[in-house]
């Protein structure tokens, strides 16, 4: 009590008003918030007038809020459905707050997708971790940084990858072994995460850190995994979507303190790289035994004025390499191996195509990939069932015409892949069949080049994507050759919208060694 009155006497005030002072505070806090929440509300009501909207309800928008929390796999039922009663576009509110434009045959898609307009404001959340790299970088940056990236991802370049992609997968199937010799099941989906983290640590920075061995052991793999969680919570509260309120919770403490231990480890193999290089000449690179990795590519671009990227561009780029190409691959793994298992006769086809390529030999090579073809039309079927990334939005900075009406600059839309996927408009009646002969050469002529986008499209289509394929073509191939892949009858798989398409109880299976 003593000390209380000290305080008093020193600072002039009691604490009663201090009390008060904070609770002005978080009055006029809240004040500008709602104030922030009604404009904008009302703006976006404005701007997306004149376009199709389901029934919406005054609290919860056009969506049963308290159904996605006791059934995830909700979102996109209720999606899919949208989608073919409104089968060009429709709104879509989540609560009373926030409506956007969902975008869903590839007529519409296109008039978006050609241009480089800007990611939507949800991507924000990503801005603390990845900076301002390829994914959330716009305008004359984002021109720059796409052309130096681009030599990262040239067919000489990704060539010698494949060995990697092949001992990767090796220690995979030897963990895979363990648990078919008790004949029993795995749950997938956290095993294939760590085999694509293996991969893309490897391929960006030459790094191994053993993470399929270690698992979340290893502080960085661990921070990693935790920042995906923390944003998937933070997309699904919308008092935390603000980042000044964010900041002030555990939750955004937690994220601060992982995201600082990422940049501080990727900060600091930078450094180390950029030292090596200057002392033995970047001039040499790629001419001894060590493959060319993307951060040695990202430390030796240069601009047509000379200029490279600094270490906090160069740490953003590979950031958002490792988020968009780890957790996307090991996605769209998964979906095809459990298409595969699901349809057998489409797996023993493939398989019988595997054999033949890898007939006297125990990996694949770079000239193996482009022989797999009806792998290729397999794993592209998956991902028009199960896109890995489910959603492109964007907040549009110039106004746009779509079915003759116009939206305004500032409002948000969302190329929604998944429904575009599941538009019987654009894929017919059958389009909840897996049919890996729609990718056939001569059905695919016909076929609108908006229509199949699990990287996106256009000038900011993902710059990884013949990375991320033939990764999944090797790793999916070397499965086969090994073992049966068969479902678990009584585990109900069911998708949901995370960061990714993910099983709402994960996807497991059992691996049958072959004779």
């Known amino acids: 009590m003593a000390a209380l009155n000290v305080f008093e006497n020193v600072l002039g005030f009691t604490l009663t008003n201090l009390l008060a002072a904070m609770a002005l505070l978080i009055f006029i806090t809240l004040a500008i918030a709602a104030v922030y929440l009604w404009k904008e509300t009302r703006f976006q009501e404005k701007a997306l007038a004149p376009f199709p909207c389901p029934e919406r309800h005054w609290l919860q928008g056009t969506m049963d809020l308290k159904r996605i929390t006791r059934h995830p796999e909700y979102v996109l039922e209720f999606m899919t459905e949208q989608t073919q009663r409104f089968p060009k576009c429709f709104q879509q509110w989540i609560g ?34 990845l900076g301002d790299g390829l994914l959330l970088s716009r305008d004359e940056k984002w021109r720059r940084n796409r052309r130096l990236l681009t030599p990262a991802f040239h067919f000489e370049i990704l060539r010698p990858y494949v060995k990697i992609y092949n001992q990767a997968t090796d220690v995979f199937m030897e963990k895979m072994s363990s648990f078919a010799m008790k004949d029993e099941a795995v749950e997938i989906t956290k095993h294939l995460s760590l085999l694509t983290l293996d991969i893309i640590l490897q391929c960006a920075f030459s790094h191994n850190i053993e993470c399929q061995r270690v698992g979340d052991k290893n502080p960085y793999v661990a921070a990693v995994y935790a920042m995906s969680q923390l944003l998937m919570l933070r997309a699904r509260s919308p008092w935390m979507h ?12 937690e994220f601060v303190k992982l995201y600082n231990l990422v940049h501080q480890q990727a900060g600091d193999i930078i450094k180390a790289r950029r030292e090596v290089l200057d002392k033995e000449g970047r001039e ?37 390499f490792l988020f968009e190409g780890h957790d996307t691959t090991a996605s769209g793994i998964s979906w095809s191996l459990y298409c595969l298992a699901k349809h057998p006769e489409h797996q023993e086809r493939v398989r019988e195509e595997v054999d033949a390529v890898m007939a006297g030999k125990d990996e694949l090579t770079w000239q193996d990939i482009s022989k797999l073809k009806y792998l290729t039309m397999c794993i592209k079927e998956a991902m028009r069932l199960y896109p890995p990334v489910p959603i492109v939005g964007r907040k549009i900075t110039r106004e746009f015409a779509f ?27 059958d389009f909840m069949d897996y ?37 999944e073509k090797v790793v999916i191939a070397r499965i086969l050759h090994k073992f049966k892949v068969e479902l678990v009858p009584d585990h ?3 998708p949901v919208v995370e960061l990714v398409t993910r099983a709402v109880n994960g996807i497991k299976v059992k691996f049958i060694p072959r004779d």
């Open 242 to 253: 603000l980042w000044p309120m964010y900041r002030l919770t555990p939750e955004g403490r």
């Open 435 to 471: 049919k890996p002969d729609r990718f056939l050469s001569e059905n695919m002529k016909n076929m609108d080049p908006y229509a199949f986008i699990p990287f996106s499209a256009g000038p900011r289509n993902c710059i990884g994507q013949n990375f991320a394929l033939n990764e």
């Open 284 to 320: 040499k690179i790629g001419r001894g035994s060590r493959y060319l990795d993307f951060l040695d590519i990202l430390l030796t671009a240069r601009d047509p004025d000379g200029e490279g990227l600094t270490d906090d561009e160069i740490r953003a780029e590979v950031d958002t």
């Open 96 to 129: 009373p707050f926030r409506g956007v434009l969902m975008i869903v045959h590839p007529e519409v898609a296109k008039e978006v997708l050609k241009t480089i307009e800007p990611k939507g404001r949800v991507y924000e959340y990503l801005r603390p971790w």
């Open 492 to 494: 109900h798989v069911a």
């Open 403 to 429: 079915m003759g009406h116009r939206l305004p600059a500032g409002a948000e839309l969302n190329v929604n892949v998944w429904c575009l996927h599941h538009n019987p408009a654009v894929w017919g009646e």
